[in-house]
């Protein structure tokens, strides 16, 4: 079982920059990436951001984020953040931290929820203008 934590969400205003922070804990050892998901009210759950530990951790975004976004391993640790410049208010949303507890193959999709066994509770990121 891997427990999952996220940290930093806030109030922005457009423009401005926030930083989020995913820690895992327990089994750890099944773990094999983690991404970034967020969810809007009366939207879909959206792939934010997503890196695997393999292939000297490979990144992949959301078009939606795509330039502003980026995500980070911290070392070769269980922590991961997600650094979001340049907020505008179509990013208020709940943003999830993610766990995928086996490989990855050309069949599961990073980009897709159900490839993810782990989640956190969500933090709030709310942009105003």
């Known amino acids: 079982q891997v427990q999952l934590e996220e940290s930093g969400g806030g109030l922005v205003q457009a423009g401005g920059s926030l930083r989020l922070s995913c820690t895992a804990s327990?089994?750890?050892?099944?773990?094999?990436?983690m991404g970034w998901f967020r969810q809007a009210p009366g939207k879909e759950r959206e792939f934010v951001a997503a890196?695997?530990?393999?292939?000297?951790?490979?990144?992949y975004y959301g078009d939606s984020v795509k330039g502003r976004f980026t995500i980070s391993r911290d070392g070769a640790g269980n922590t991961v953040s997600l650094q979001m410049n340049s907020l505008k208010p179509e990013d208020t949303a709940i943003y999830y931290c993610a766990a995928r507890n086996a490989q990855w193959t050309a069949y599961s999709n990073y980009y897709s929820p159900i490839n993810y066994a782990y989640w956190g509770r969500g933090t709030q990121v709310t942009v105003s203008s």
């Open positions: 890196i695997r530990w393999s292939d000297s951790n490979t990144y």
């Open positions: 327990g089994r750890t050892f099944n773990t094999y990436g």
